[in-house]
């Protein structure tokens, strides 16, 4: 019994999905710069870029290689895909950054989600949760 116990503990741990994020504070300013990253899909990129107008920032996509301090604030992204059954999006992380400082991060990763059917998600709508997240509403 205890074994058992111990077994479906271990497979738990192991079939997680993961999403923190920690918002944007303090900052009024809407324009923004996106630090191409051509090792992701370009429809992240593309939505990314719509979700954020949809919140009201002007954006700017800037060649990979600009630094953080071309733009006061600046974001980079990262996603992977994987199969199982099925292509997903399996992992998503977007870094904000003001003056070449860290101020805000989301992250999203099921690859270590073995066997749970809810990482079979639509990338478009959870890049979109990840903005939404990352750049709280104003007052």
């Not at 999403?19 to 990129?45: H, M």
């Not at 954006?59 to 604030?73: D, N, S, Y």
């Not at 399996?90 to 101020?103: E, F, I, M, N, Q």
């Amino acid at each position: 019994m205890r074994n058992a116990v111990i077994a479906c503990a271990a497979l738990l741990c192991c079939c997680s999905i993961v999403q923190q994020v920690q918002p944007v504070q303090n900052t009024n300013l809407r324009d923004i710069c996106i630090i191409e990253n051509p090792a992701t899909r370009n429809g992240f990129l593309n939505q990314y870029q719509q979700s954020l107008q949809n919140r009201g920032y002007s954006v700017k996509v800037m060649p990979r290689g600009t630094g953080f301090m071309a733009c006061p604030l600046m974001t980079t992204y990262e996603g992977h895909w994987s199969w199982d059954l099925a292509l997903y999006m399996s992992y998503a992380r977007l870094d904000v950054y003001l003056d070449g400082k860290p101020v805000g991060q989301a992250l999203y990763d099921s690859r270590r989600g073995v066997g749970r059917m809810d990482k079979f998600i639509d990338a478009e709508t959870k890049i979109d949760e990840l903005v939404s997240q990352l750049y709280p509403a104003r007052g």
